[in-house]
């Protein structure tokens, strides 16, 4: 098998067509000797039991009479002409066993007994058994008269004519096979050229292939080809003409990535904003453009081999999601990244799979949005300031109370020391726990103020958006309930968290919950069909998003105007009362940390606003969720 396996194509189809040839042929040959051997064994049998029958007919009387010359003379007769080659020997023997005739001219062989004429009873029988230096078929035939059997006739076929019959059919048969042979010697000769010429042909021109040669099929060799194949319409001609067609799709898609690659090339060294290419599994900078390293102050060969997660604040999961083929996907926004002098840079991220250098790799590209994060933060600021400026009656009013608190306890104890009066003990300890609880609810509610009011932080952390809502109520509640309007809270307790900013979401829902205010005081103003206004805010969760509800009766939104309410500038008050930035700064923060906000407003039945954020769960938790999910 060795050899055969080193053996050309052309080789191997003619040593396959010649062997199977040869194979069938000897096949054929050994079949037809076994089945001329069983018909002339068959006929000569048929021929002995003729001649023994022939015989037994002749001897009845004479058996009978026990006329021995006469039944001598018949078997002797059953041996002349032709017969002689096939019949050995003959005997007749009477009902006891005895031999009345035989043609043995020199006596019995050794070790010759006569079958005994009641094995006859049933018919004629035949066995093969040697015989002196022959080896015969003994034919025993009955000698019947009536259905008595008086003896029987025995007689020797020559095994041996068959023999010399197949020895002269032999000479045939092996001058058959060589005729044979050598026509399909020949064929499987030509077979074996007309089949590999082609073959060979494009062996040829895939060497060319191999080494990146695709331009070598150029017309003339296609006419080359086509000469090759003649008017051949065969599965060789079909996977020819498919091949020429295939290096021609293979030139051009050549082109078309050199051509591509090119581009490539230049948009990520020329390319404005820097992009890395990182690897799939690790996160290793494989590759990084002219542009990083300028933004960042790295060197390029200190980028790579560096992990993108080093120079950000980013985690693995970050990129753990399904990307569509030839797109690529958002990955975060207003991510800080570091400079190599501890500088920080905020920035976008866009990636896309790719391939680089037989690894599976990701291409990073990141967009300096540090310039617009500024700007951004300032006029959130702004905001936030705007609206503690509107809210300062309120604040100043939740102030004074624990103020005035405070002020009546100590004159209650200056003017006790005034009179020299004593104090009781009780009300001493009453009083000074009045005052310390007053003093701490003051400086709780400068604290949640300061905090508010402190510029926001665009990094992600796990929050929990209920405690943020209760922060908003602790600032505006109780200056919405002096106003003639309810604050409900409906909050549900189960709520997973979310990742965000506990500052900005702040923002969130104090901007939302000032418009509600404002829209239900304009319908108490204008129209004062309500006795009282109504705020609501609602929590809820389905596992996989947080949601947050605000919702009012205000005088709601006009018809038309959902679609553009989240426009900059865009706005329903008066002229010199709003500045339309409130809404698209909430719309902005919520799509910073992945979410959407949306707006309903059915006529006569007030505003709600609908935030949806995806949950967020800690590792070990979403692992066993899908545990038990399988």
């Keep these: 098998m060795k050899i055969f396996n080193e053996l050309t194509l052309k080789n191997k189809i003619f040593i396959s067509c010649l062997g199977f040839t040869l194979i069938v042929s000897v096949l054929i040959a050994l079949f037809t000797r076994a089945l001329l051997f069983a018909t002339l064994t068959s006929e000569l049998k ?6 023994a029958q022939s015989v ?21 007769d059953a041996r002349l002409g032709n017969r002689k080659k096939v019949v050995v020997y003959l005997l007749i023997t009477d009902k006891k066993d005895n031999i009345l005739a035989h043609t043995f001219t020199t006596g019995f062989p050794k070790g010759f007994a006569p079958v005994p004429a009641s094995d006859t009873e049933t018919g004629e029988k035949i066995r093969s058994m040697e ?24 007689i020797g076929l020559d095994r041996a004519h068959i023999e010399n019959l197949m ?39 895939t060497d060319h292939m191999t080494q990146g040669n695709f331009h070598f099929l150029a017309k003339d060799k296609m006419a080359e080809l086509s000469k090759e194949l003649g008017e051949r319409d065969d599965e060789i001609a079909t996977l020819t003409n498919s091949f020429m067609r295939m290096t021609a799709q293979l030139a051009s898609s050549t082109d078309k990535l050199m051509e591509s690659q090119k581009k490539y090339r230049s948009l990520f060294h020329s390319g404005p904003n820097p992009i890395f290419v990182i690897d799939k599994r690790s996160f290793e900078i494989l590759d990084a453009n002219p542009k990083a390293a300028e933004v960042f102050g790295y060197e390029r060969g200190e980028l790579t081999g560096m992990s993108l997660l080093s120079l950000g ?60 994060v500024e700007k951004d933060s300032q006029l959130i600021q702004a905001s936030k300031m705007t609206n503690l400026e509107k809210m300062s009656a309120g604040i100043a009013h ?23 009066l004593s104090v009781d003990p009780g009300d001493l300890a009453m009083v000074l726990k009045e005052i310390s609880t007053q003093v701490t609810r003051a400086s709780e509610i400068v604290g949640r103020l300061k905090s508010f009011s402190r510029k926001a932080d665009f990094a992600r952390e796990v929050i929990s958006i209920n405690k943020c809502v209760r922060a908003v109520h602790k600032i505006i509640g109780r200056q919405i309930t002096l106003q003639n309007m309810d604050l409900e809270l409906d909050l549900d307790d189960r709520l997973p968290n979310i990742l965000a900013h506990n500052n900005r979401m702040e923002q969130v829902i104090f901007n939302l919950v000032t418009n509600a205010r404002d829209a239900v005081n304009e ?31 205000g005088t709601g939104i006009a018809e038309g ?26 719309q902005g923060i919520v799509r910073d940390y992945n979410g959407t906000i949306s707006v309903k407003s059915p006529p006569g039945r007030g505003a709600l606003f609908q935030i949806l954020f995806p949950a967020h769960y800690p590792a070990q938790e979403v692992t066993a969720n899908e545990n038990s999910g399988d």
């Design 131 to 154: 015989v002196g230096d022959h080896f015969v078929f003994h034919v025993t035939v009955p000698v019947k008269e009536g259905i008595y059997t008086i003896g029987s006739v025995q």
């Design 46 to 51: 048929t021929r002995g039991v003729g001649i």
């Design 523 to 553: 319908r108490v103003e204008t129209r004062g069909d309500i006795e009282r206004g109504r705020i609501r805010i609602t929590s809820f969760t389905d596992r996989e998003m947080v949601g947050l509800v605000v919702e009012d009766n």
């Design 313 to 372: 604040r980013l985690d693995d999961q970050a990129f753990a999601r399904a990307y569509p083929p030839g797109e690529s996907v958002v990955i975060s926004s207003k991510v800080t990244f570091f400079r190599k002098d501890k500088g920080s840079v905020f920035v976008n991220i866009h990636a896309s799979p790719a391939e680089y250098r037989d690894k599976d790799a990701i291409i990073v590209a990141t967009t300096d949005i540090t310039e617009l």
């Design 561 to 586: 105007q959902t679609e553009t309410i989240f426009d900059s500038f865009f706005t329903t008050k008066e002229m010199g009362e709003g500045l339309g930035l409130g809404l698209p700064i909430v």
């Design 398 to 420: 939740e102030i004074n109370q624990p103020l005035n608190a405070i002020k009546m306890g100590s004159e209650y104890l200056t003017m006790m020391h005034e009179r020299n």
């Design 56 to 76: 037994a007919d002749s001897s009845r009387v004479f058996i009978l009479t026990k006329n021995r010359a006469e039944l001598t003379a018949l078997a002797y």
């Design 167 to 205: 020895s002269r059919l032999r000479l045939v048969f092996f001058s058959f096979l060589s005729a044979v042979s050598l026509i399909f010697f020949f064929l499987s000769h030509r077979l074996a050229l007309h089949i590999t010429r082609p073959v060979t042909s494009l062996i040829r021109y």
